[in-house]
Structure formats: C-alpha cells, structure tokens
Nanobody, 116 residues
Framework: QVQLVESGGGLVQPGGSLRLSCAAS????????MSWYRQPPGKERELVAS????????NYADSVKGRFTISRDNAKSMVTLQMSTLKPEDTAVYYC?????????WGQGTLVTVSS
C-alpha cells in the first residue's frame, strides 16, 4: 500500500525557515523522481521542486528558486524540502509525491503559514 506522510509545517514569520519531510512507503523509492507540490488557499496545487532518482538533478519553480532546496535519502525513503527566506505567498499545504506523470495517492500534506 502506497503511503506518503508529510511533516514539519507550521507558522513562521516572513524571512524565516522551515524544513519539511516526507516519508514514503509502498513502492521502490529509489526508482522514482520525487517532487514537492503546494496548494495555496483557494488555488490549485502546483509543482514546487523535483529531484531525480539519484539526486543528481533538481528543478525548482521560479517562485522558489534560490530559497528552497530539495533533497532525498534513498536509504530511508525520505525526501525533504528546506525552505528559507519565506514569504507570505509561500503559505500553502505542502505535499510530496512522485513526478507529475507518475503520481500516486496523495498524503494529508503539511500546512505552512507565513505570517507576522
């Protein structure tokens, strides 16, 4: 049974940092590109960052480039998102999943609220 469990969200002031984690199970994690997505209030879910199977390649949405860093630990089947210099517009529920063309069931996500 495929399962994705996100954690690490919370309330942070503008300019602050957070580290999100995602634990994956039910599939061979090391064979898949992994991604982080987010869904801001009242908006559609969007792709934030992706990392290749061997972590040799990463890609970021323009809105987070230079502020967010995606990484993975294949031995632990985990993917992380280090977020810094957070802005109010980063407020969203954050989800991890495989790449957009290979999605599995979504987890519950973790809420990030950036506000003073």
């Amino acid at each position: 049974q495929v399962q994705l469990v996100e954690s690490g969200g919370g309330l942070v002031q503008p300019g602050g940092s957070l580290r999100l984690s995602c634990a994956a199970s039910g599939f061979v994690f090391s064979l898949w590109t992994m991604s982080w997505y987010r869904q801001p209030p009242g908006k559609e879910r969007e792709l934030v960052a992706s990392i290749s199977r061997d972590a040799g390649s990463t890609n970021y949405a323009d809105s987070v480039k230079g502020r967010f860093t995606i990484s993975r630990d294949n031995a632990k089947s985990m993917v992380t998102l280090q977020m810094s210099t957070l802005k109010p517009e980063d407020t969203a529920v954050y989800y991890c999943n495989r790449s957009p063309k290979a999605l599995v069931a979504w987890g519950q996500g973790t809420l990030v609220t950036v506000s003073s």
